[in-house]
């Protein structure tokens, strides 16, 4: 068990903890994604809420999410103690400073740009995540089933609030677009076949993902 | 040409350190820029004061013994040459450009541009070797090699080990130089005897010296002056998981 945890305690090891939790929780953003598309369909989100209360209901979507919450933790964890050894191996900064950039912006501000995601999380779990799990909180729809759908319309209708929402999602997917393929380059997978697909891929997800994800603020406000 | 030159200067170890300006005006565009440092030495010289120190040894870009970051960018601007094969026609008249040594706490500053990279020679001796019996050379063509890999493992083997990927890097990670180093044996079959311990004991070594990780914005790939693909860091990472996962004693 010693070498294990020397293995995640190594440079290389922690980037690997990184990745796992990372592309699990892409993964996580793809359902999620999915399910809440079903808000765009034009049946006053009686599909929606039936979807949204059997992912709140089911046993098994309840258990994987508590993995989802565990990993969201490590990632977070694991993302400090990273940036404070990275931080620790450089202590003077260079003064001299270049007009050409030898890297991408966000590719060095993967800490900032989750810290943003972070707030953004406190904020969406506080206003939507908790609703949806204790459902005395909700009405019910014509269906009888939780109405998360009103829930979601009204929120959104404020447009302070909806702006929120597409601001954070434009820093999620500055995350995605460095984190997605990162995540495969720590784990070893590079080769002249694979990389190019994963790469575009990786710009697909981060563009289409969180660009469906500021759809729904924006559909709403336009709703009203 | 003229050039204003703010430079480190560091007296020893402990001391703290600034910056310094000098004026250089007679500046000849065909100079190399550690000709430059000579010259700004000697004005140096004459002046009674003590001149810049700073790496350097074969000036044709193979030692690796040079250093500096200038203008921000270890090496220079130029992409794919070190200091020595940087020339003074890259820059404007009048211009001031700034001098540092490389920044990274595993490449303390020994006097003013100089650094100690020694931490790069205890990684090398922690298991960037073979172990062979020595003699005459064996005949080239006994063990055949696949061409692909023998040009792979020859792009990793040009890395100089002069540490600007340390440099260049904002975590200060020395995963480029490790990479390589694991990467031309690897791909080899002389190196697969001690493949497994090679990685590990290499990374180990990385992480005790107190080099950051690897976050992939590829910065070093980019001023590496032997331009090192950054697929060697990804041969790290891969040498390093299956070593981890297979070697039964550690």
């Known amino acids: 068990m010693n070498w294990f945890l020397n293995f995640l305690n190594s440079t290389v090891g922690r980037k690997i903890v990184m990745s796992l939790t990372g592309l699990f929780l892409i993964s996580f953003l793809l359902v999620h994604c999915s399910v809440n598309s079903l808000m765009f369909l034009n049946d006053d989100g009686l599909f929606f809420n039936e979807a949204a209360h059997f992912m709140a209901s089911n046993i098994l979507i309840r258990t994987i999410e508590i993995f989802l919450f565990l990993f969201l933790i490590i990632h977070i964890l694991q993302s400090v103690a990273i940036t404070r050894q990275n931080m620790k191996a450089r202590t003077i900064s260079y003064s001299g400073t270049s007009s050409t950039s030898t890297s991408k912006w966000y590719s060095r501000s993967m800490g900032i740009l989750g810290s943003l995601i972070l707030v953004f999380l406190v904020i969406h779990l506080k206003d939507f995540f908790i609703p949806s799990r204790f459902f005395d909180q909700l009405g019910f729809d014509s269906n009888g089933t939780p109405d998360m759908y009103s829930e979601v319309k009204e929120a959104f209708q404020n447009p302070a609030y909806a702006m929120i929402y597409v601001f954070s999602m434009i820093v999620l997917a500055y995350h995605l677009l460095h984190g997605f393929q990162s995540a495969f380059r720590s784990l070893g997978i590079y080769h002249k076949k694979y990389t190019p697909v994963i790469e575009f891929l990786g710009i697909a997800f981060s563009i289409i993902i969180p660009a469906v ?12 | ?56 040894d ?95 493992a020859f792009d990793a083997a040009q ?62 790939e ?23 996962l297979s070697v039964e004693r550690e």
């Open chain 2, 1 to 56: 040409m003229k050039l204003t030159l703010k430079i480190w200067r560091q007296k020893n170890k402990s001391d703290k350190g600034g910056f310094e300006t000098y004026q250089l005006n007679n500046v000849d565009t065909h100079a190399s820029f550690l000709e430059m440092m000579d010259v700004l030495n000697e004005q140096l010289i004459e002046e009674n004061k003590i001149p810049v120190a700073f790496d350097h």
């Open chain 1, 213 to 224: 994800f500021a759809a729904m603020p924006i559909f709403f406000l336009l709703k009203k």
């Open chain 2, 159 to 220: 890395c100089i080990g002069c540490g600007a990927c340390v440099a260049a890097c904002k975590n200060g990670s020395a995963m480029l130089f490790v990479g390589a180093k694991v990467s031309q044996y690897a791909l080899l079959p002389q190196g697969h005897p001690e493949r497994m311990e090679r990685v590990l004991n290499m990374v180990a070594q990385m992480d005790e010296e107190g080099f950051g990780g690897c976050t992939n914005t590829g910065a070093c």
């Open chain 2, 58 to 152: 074969c000036r044709e870009g193979i030692c690796g013994a040079c250093s500096m970051v200038i203008n921000g960018r270890p090496h220079g601007p130029l992409k794919g040459t070190t200091t020595c094969q940087l020339h003074m026609r890259h820059f404007n008249d009048g211009e001031t450009v700034t001098i540092e040594p490389f920044r990274a706490n595993a490449f303390p500053v020994l006097k003013d541009l100089v650094v100690d990279r020694t931490s790069f020679e205890r990684i090398q001796q922690a298991g960037g070797y073979i172990s062979i019996g020595t003699g005459s050379a064996p005949e080239a063509n006994n063990i055949p090699v696949n061409k692909v890999d023998a040009d792979k």
């Open chain 2, 222 to 244: 980019a001023e590496c002056p032997k331009e090192i693909s950054v697929a060697n860091i990804m041969r790290l990472n891969r040498e390093y998981i299956s070593a981890k």
